[in-house]
């Protein structure tokens, strides 16, 4: 079962960042569900895939109810900074940082149960005595994290289209813009960058003059960002920020910005 770990490490690992939002911690739950297959005895078990997918369920369960209350901090989005065609339907199977962030407002019960179910197809009936719930109860909770996750900005899938809109937001910054970042804003944009969280095109574009600022500074490089548009920033030659951008029929409908220096370089490839 150890080689059947192994060869499904990557997997294991998705499974484990979606259900804490953070690599490092993932990571941790890979290492303690191994410890844990190496002490079970598993010469009954029949789908060597599921069951390992419900040992990391359990561990990330754990943790997750162990977590005391703590301030807002942002999930650990995939980066990749590669310029190519196919990278653009690789980025299709990446979870976005507006995705991460819904995850991480679930219950512990109701992340596992939506996870597990929506992302990795692991039946109800498998799913209910991890959470020590009947299948029909188990059911209910995924569904009410569904709607909470589809509830979330829905981005458009053309990449290049997503940056087109990027790069508007940029020339406006630069050139300070005011009624160009309203027009690349949706109405009901959200802010949000460590504790801050700014909601609206107008309250967001008043920002602008931050905006200048960094857009006159920076260095840029455009990447994916658990899937979606983005771009890497380097001030003075320090790495300074990641953004993320969800973009909604031509408009930005969410932004995160990531510039804690520990999380921006274990994330930065």
């Known amino acids: 079962m150890i080689a059947q770990f192994e060869r499904?490490?990557?997997?294991l690992r998705a499974v484990a960042h979606r259900m804490l939002g953070s690599f490092a911690e993932a990571d941790d739950a890979l290492q303690e569900a191994w410890l844990r297959v190496e002490r079970a005895d598993t010469s009954a078990v029949e789908n060597p895939a599921a069951w390992l997918t419900t040992v990391v369920g359990r561990v990330c369960l754990n943790m997750l109810r162990d977590r005391r209350e703590h301030a807002f901090e942002m999930p650990d989005p995939v980066i990749d900074v590669r310029d190519e065609p196919e990278q653009q339907a690789v980025a299709k199977d990446e979870v976005g940082l507006a995705m991460l962030i819904v995850l991480d407002t679930l219950k512990p019960d109701e992340r596992l149960a939506f996870v597990l179910h929506d992302m990795f197809a692991v039946p109800f009936d498998d799913i209910a005595p991890l959470i020590?719930?009947?299948p029909t109860t188990t059911r209910q909770l995924a569904s009410r994290a569904r709607k909470r996750v589809q509830d979330r900005p829905q981005p458009n899938?053309?990449?290049?289209?997503?940056?087109e809109v990027v790069r508007a937001f940029l020339k406006a910054s630069k050139e300070g813009d005011?009624?160009?970042l309203v027009s690349v804003l949706h109405?009901?944009?959200v802010l949000r960058a460590g504790a801050l969280e700014v909601i609206g095109g107008r309250k967001v574009a008043g920002r602008a003059s931050t905006f200048r600022q960094f857009a006159t500074m920076a260095e840029v490089q455009f990447a994916l960002i658990g899937g979606e548009a983005g771009f890497i920033s380097w001030v003075d030659g320090v790495l300074f920020s990641a953004m993320s951008f969800t973009v909604r029929d031509g408009q930005i409908a969410a932004i995160h910005v990531i510039q804690d220096k520990e999380q921006l370089a274990a994330l930065v490839p």
């Open 178 to 180: 005011l009624e160009g």
């Open 132 to 134: 020590d719930k009947t």
């Open 157 to 163: 899938v053309d990449l290049p289209k997503q940056r």
């Open 8 to 11: 499904e490490r990557t997997r």
């Open 187 to 189: 109405p009901d944009v």
